[in-house]
């Protein structure tokens, strides 16, 4: 049977990217009596890959520091450009405490998978600007328990077998140094304990590894202005602490962590700022102290802050994708 789809003219929405089509099929009607006809409307948007600043599959617990929103479209974060309310939290979860706020501020919304719930408590607080000025507890409207996504686990790069490894170390002097330019990379781990045995990028650089990646002492992976990192872990037990990953470019979009399913924890700490973005729905915990932050998005599996760690979402990781998703559609 022949189905034949003819497209009517359809709107945009710029401010939500809702697009809205009209599609009508038709068949041929038996004994050759013309055509049989339905219209349907379709619904679908353009979503992006980060649009809560924490999201979560299970438990949040924030104990200190705060959560808001800045845009990196409009530069470093800064008095003028800091405490934004979209600083948003929002997990799957669908438990009582599901969010735990017992500490700190949150300037942006907290929601829960159905059924579930948000508390506070000691100097805890969820709202706007004022209401964080002035109060604790949760402003009203702030909340709700509406969330109903899925996070897809994480593979490999494509066409990673045919990846090099990472090239040898680099001496100078007493250093031994990894230099990455621009290309795609893999090894079993990487492990930076030494700020003469550091990781360099210049360029944009894909890194495959299949074991952990450790950052500790005073060691570190510098990302220099104009280039980027893109790396896919998958090891069980990743550390990002020391002189952690200092990101030369200050845009989150520059660094990209991304968890596969085998790795199942995810720690960052010590005073290095991380400013980035974290995707790895299996890492539970997720666990962020020191007095760095966090600056960029995460997707996890849970998130525990403690130790003061504060976390600024930046809405230019919000900036809708290219590709449209279907969410509804009805017979007209």
């Not at 170390?169 to 030494?194: E, H, K, R």
């Not at 299949?210 to 893109?230: A, E, H, M």
Request: aromatic content about 10%; glycine content about 16%.
């Amino acid at each position: 049977m022949f189905f034949q789809v003819n497209s009517f003219p359809g709107s945009i929405d710029r401010e939500t990217s809702c697009s809205v089509h009209s599609r009508a099929g038709f068949v041929p009607a038996p004994f050759g009596r013309g055509h049989i006809s339905r219209t349907i409307r379709v619904t679908a948007n353009r979503p992006s890959a980060f649009s809560a600043g924490i999201a979560a599959n299970g438990l949040v617990s924030i104990s200190g520091g705060i959560v808001d929103s800045y845009s990196s479209c409009l530069g470093a974060y800064s008095t003028n450009n800091s405490l934004g309310t979209n600083g948003s939290i929002a997990t799957r979860y669908q438990s009582s405490s599901a969010i735990k706020v017992t500490g700190g501020k949150v300037y942006g919304r907290a929601s829960t998978g159905p059924g579930g719930t948000v508390t506070t408590s000691g100097s805890g607080s969820i709202g706007d600007a004022d209401w964080n000025a002035t109060h604790t507890g949760i402003e009203a409207g702030w909340t709700d328990d509406t969330v109903n996504v899925a996070f897809p686990t994480n593979a490999p790069p494509t066409g990673y077998e045919s990846f090099p490894l990472i090239p040898p170390a680099t001496i100078v002097g007493v250093s031994n140094i990894t230099y990455l330019g621009t290309g795609n990379y893999q090894a079993a781990s990487f492990t930076s304990s030494s700020k003469t045995k550091p990781m360099i990028v210049n360029g944009d650089a894909v890194v495959y590894l299949s074991g952990n990646l450790t950052v500790s002492g005073d060691g570190y992976i510098q990302i220099n202005p104009g280039s980027s990192l893109t790396l896919y872990v998958g090891g069980s037990n990743p550390t990002i602490s020391g002189g952690g990953v200092v990101n030369g470019t200050l845009q989150p979009k520059n660094f990209t962590y991304y968890g596969l399913n085998t790795s199942t924890k995810l720690t960052v700490s010590g005073g290095g700022t991380f400013i980035g973005t974290v995707n790895a729905p299996q890492a539970a915990p997720f666990t962020i102290s020191g007095s760095g932050g966090m600056f960029g998005a995460a997707i996890v599996g849970t998130y525990v802050n403690s130790g003061g760690a504060s976390f600024h979402y930046d809405e230019c990781l919000g900036t809708p994708s290219g590709f449209y998703t279907v969410t509804s559609w009805r017979e007209l």
